[in-house]
Nanobody, 122 residues
Framework: QVQLVESGGGLVQAGGSLSLSCAASGRTFSSPARGWFRQAPGKEREFVAFISTSDSITYHADSVKGRFTISRDNATNAMYLQMNTLKPEDTAVYYC???????????????WGQGTQVTVSS
């Protein structure tokens, strides 16, 4: 089992920045790939970014490319999402996820955090 806990969400004005963190514990070696997803009210959970395990290859959704940056600290099993130039359409609950393969497909992730709310006001 892997436990994931997100933090860092909040309310910010459009154009502002937030940094999300995801702390992992448990059998993290069994699900080393990490991803961020988000879900707005009435919408499907969508991919934001992923980061691979050993070589830290990253990939960001087109909607956040150039504004968001995913990173990780393997020594502490932590993952981060730096979000800049936020837009009202970025408002959602943000989830971190762990799996064996880094992917934009949410169905390939085995473990999920409880989510953290990000609200961007116009």
């Amino acid at each position: 089992q892997v436990q994931l806990v997100e933090s860092g969400g909040g309310l910010v004005q459009a154009g502002g920045s937030l940094s999300l963190s995801c702390a992992a514990s448990g059998r993290t070696f069994s699900s080393p790939a990490r991803g961020w997803f988000r879900q707005a009210p009435g919408k499907e959970r969508e991919f934001v970014a992923f980061i691979s395990t050993s070589d830290s290859i990253t990939y960001h959704a087109d909607s956040v490319k150039g504004r968001f940056t995913i990173s990780r600290d393997n020594a502490t099993n932590a993952m981060y999402l730096q979000m800049n130039t936020l837009k009202p359409e970025d408002t959602a609950v943000y989830y971190c996820a762990a799996g064996s393969v880094a992917s934009s497909n949410k169905n390939l992730y085995d473990y999920w955090g409880q989510g953290t709310q990000v609200t961007v006001s116009s």
